[in-house]
């Protein structure tokens, strides 16, 4: 072969890759229908949070990048605003980030938050969901959220959220779902 065709072959060959690999990514994220993964993360009290523990519950469990960064602020903001609706519906919110308890602790007394904020600084979690993300050189968590119903089945599922709205959509979802 003549040396000035491999690099014209081999880029062909991992364009002709790169769209599986992407594929094989989103088949990793949980689909509408199936049994939400299992888990137990610490939240900003340190506590242990189960998934199990709200058998009987609608969840929302929400992926978010980085605590006291300003599009993640605005849907936790949003989130918090809206707590009492969700409350009303039989619904806990839990945020999952990569970010540490301490800093889920921070984030929270900044900002007034009363919900579940979950440290995954081990990236099981975000991982387990499909939303295990990059920034630079940053690990983050996907802006990804998932509706669970009170018997523990994924019913909704939403990729790259616009925060300054995705609390109205979740409610929107959960009360067209409860019909």
Not at 14 to 30: C, I, K, N, Q, Y
Not at 64 to 86: S, V
Not at 102 to 109: G, I
Request: hydrophobic share 40%; proline share 5%; net charge neutral.
């Amino acid at each position: 072969m003549k040396k000035h065709l491999f690099p014209i072959l081999a880029a062909a060959a991992l364009l002709a890759v790169w769209p599986l690999t992407a594929r094989a990514a989103d088949d990793s994220m949980p689909a509408v229908g199936q049994a939400a993964p299992t888990f137990t993360l610490p939240s900003q009290t340190g506590k242990e949070i189960s998934l199990k523990s709200f058998h009987g519950k609608w969840v929302v469990l929400y992926f978010y990048p980085k605590d006291m960064t300003t599009g993640c602020t605005i849907e936790a903001h949003n989130f918090q605003r809206d707590l009492t609706k969700f409350e009303h519906e039989n619904a806990v919110i839990l945020g999952v980030s990569v970010d540490t308890v301490d800093s889920h602790k921070q984030f929270c007394t900044k900002d007034g938050l009363t919900f579940h904020l979950l440290a995954d600084p081990e990236h099981k979690v975000v991982d387990q969901y499909g939303s295990l993300g990059h920034f630079g050189t940053m690990t983050i968590a996907n802006r990804n959220t998932f509706l669970i119903n009170p018997q523990g089945k994924i019913v909704k599922v939403w990729t790259k959220v616009d925060p300054s709205h995705h609390s109205e959509e979740v409610l929107a979802a959960l009360n067209e779902l409860k019909k």
